[in-house]
């Protein structure tokens, strides 16, 4: 177990619409990284916050939008849904934003109808 | 572009043989390299490699790191059928503010009994 829960574990929705993923790190970290794993492309690298601010930007879509609150969780919201967006969504905490090892959560896994 | 490509893409052995995993990458503001182990589900860190021709090892599992060369290799030594998994490396890219992990789309080893 490796201390970072993410909610729900899996979301079954329709083209159009908009979900939200959780993610709670683990004790004591810092950073939160959302990531998004389909099987063509691996694990793409989305965004990252470090205590309630934005760090770092990966290839996130201007549909998906994060955000990290004050208790340090953090919500990843994707909307416009499109089938293509089905994939298991990662997210990973680490204590702080240098040269650290990210811890991961296991997933929420998205399937669009 | 940044890229980090990992080989073989699949490897199936049987119990108690030896396996070499391959990582290679092309970043620019290269600062360390990254396995992890993904079974079903969230990928679990192995080692982190900052330094050039430094073993790292843990049990049957051992890494080096080749920033000359810009590859990177993980050594699983008999190997056992809790070994199967999809083994993942990533290079950290440190440049300014924008830091980041960048993926390989790793490999996938199945131990036969």
């Known amino acids: 177990d490796s201390g970072v829960t993410q909610t729900p574990k899996h979301l079954i929705t329709a083209t159009g619409q908009r979900v939200t993923l959780r993610c709670s790190p683990r004790?004591?970290?810092?950073?939160v990284y959302w990531y998004q794993q389909s099987l063509d492309q691996g694990l793409q690298f989305l965004i990252q916050y470090y205590n309630g601010e934005e760090r770092a930007k990966g290839n996130i879509l201007e549909r998906f939008s994060a955000q990290q609150f004050p208790d340090l969780h953090s919500e990843l919201n994707l909307s416009s849904l499109e089938l293509g967006d089905s994939a298991l969504y990662f997210c990973?905490?680490?204590?702080?934003?240098?040269?650290?090892?990210?811890?991961f959560g296991d997933g929420t896994r998205l399937s669009i109808l | 572009e940044d890229k980090v490509v990992q080989s073989p893409l699949s490897l199936v052995v049987h119990e108690g043989d030896t396996v070499t995993l391959n990582c290679s990458y092309e970043?620019?503001?290269?600062?360390?390299l990254l396995w992890y182990k993904q079974e079903k589900k969230a990928p679990t860190f192995l080692f982190m490699l900052?330094?050039s021709g430094i073993e790292k090892k843990s049990g049957r599992l051992s890494s080096i790191l080749d920033k000359k060369e810009l590859f990177s290799i993980l050594n699983i030594t008999a190997t056992q059928t809790g070994d199967s998994a999809v083994y993942l490396c990533?290079?950290?890219?440190?440049?300014?503010?924008?830091?980041?992990?960048?993926w390989g789309l790793g490999t996938s080893l199945a131990v036969n009994p």
């Open positions: 990973a905490s680490s204590v702080g934003t240098d040269n650290q090892p990210q811890h």
């Open positions: 970043v620019t503001n290269f600062r360390s």
């Open positions: 900052t330094s």
């Open positions: 990533a290079a950290r890219d440190y440049a300014g503010n924008n830091r980041k992990l960048i």
């Open positions: 004790s004591g970290d810092l950073s």
